[in-house]
């Protein structure tokens, strides 16, 4: 079983930064593809980028390239979006997401988080 924990949300102005964590608990991080998404209020969940096994490889949604960046520290068993230059169009619910241990890229996600509230004021 893994746990997933977000955090790092909060209020912040257009133009400004903030780097949500997200802390998983159980076995086989190392292994396991992660990815982001987002949910604005009234609409569907998004994705928002993905990060391979070793965070050698990361691929992000049109609306955040340049902007969002994706990392992970496997040995502390979290994963990382930074995100700069943050739009108010960009205000969501965070999520981060787990496959399981050696699945592709594609394909559905196994394990999800809470969420993280992100607001950004204009």
């Known amino acids: 079983q893994v746990q997933l924990v977000e955090s790092g949300g909060g209020l912040v102005q257009a133009g400004g930064s903030l780097r949500l964590s997200c802390a998983a608990t159980?076995?086989?991080?190392?292994?396991?593809?992660m990815g982001w998404f987002r949910q604005a209020p009234g609409k569907e969940r998004e994705f928002v980028g993905v990060?391979?096994?070793?965070?050698?490889?990361?691929d992000y949604a049109e609306a955040v390239k340049g902007r969002f960046s994706i990392s992970r520290d496997n040995a502390q068993s979290t994963v990382y979006l930074q995100m700069n230059s943050l739009k108010p169009e960009d205000t969501a619910v965070y999520y981060c997401?787990?496959?399981?241990?050696?699945?592709?890229?594609?394909?559905?996600?196994?394990?999800w988080g809470q969420g993280t509230q992100v607001t950004v004021s204009s």
């Open positions: 159980g076995r086989f991080f190392s292994t396991r593809v």
């Open positions: 990060i391979s096994q070793s965070g050698g490889s990361t």
């Open positions: 997401a787990a496959k399981g241990p050696y699945q592709p890229v594609a394909g559905t996600y196994d394990y």
